[in-house]
């Protein structure tokens, strides 16, 4: 991402990021295949996890996880530390079965999320795009 990007990504990240449980639970409402694939949450109503511990732990992990991704963008150096923490998420995702396709129901739903909470602007929307594709494909090959 340029350095004009990569900041769009942040301030709008930032806007949303305190929001981990209302982002999980938005991802599973959409997707229940992916709620379905945690041992914790699996067959469970979503209001009735929602406001637990475990959701909300999860929620943080990978809202962290985002963060940490979003923070190193927009600067070239930072590149191979990307690239090894989201290669790193995708091995993990692929030992617990995880699918490509769920890893785009899971930008579907993050970009509806985010197109509904921070102000959406063309040049916004644009560079989340930027960067969903450069992370998609460091992921994708993995699963
Ligand atoms: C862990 C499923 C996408 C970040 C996990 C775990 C499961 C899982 C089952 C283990 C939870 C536990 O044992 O407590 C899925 C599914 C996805 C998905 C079905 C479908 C799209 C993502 C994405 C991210 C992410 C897109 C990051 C943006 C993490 C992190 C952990 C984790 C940081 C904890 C660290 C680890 O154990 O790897 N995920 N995940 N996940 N997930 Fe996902």
Redesign the pocket.
Known sequence: LTADEASLVQSSWKAVSHNEVDILAA?FAA?P????????FAGKDLASIKDTG?FA??AT??????SE?IALSGNESNASAVNSLVS??GD??KA????AA??????TA?VAYLSNHVSWGDNVAAAWNKALDNTYAI?VPRL
């Open positions: 991802v997707y295949d992916i709620q379905a694939k945690f041992p914790q475990a732990t999860h992990r990978i809202v962290s996880f985002l991704v790193k998420l993990d995702h617990r079965g995880v699918s769920q890893f785009g129901e899971f930008r993050l992921v």
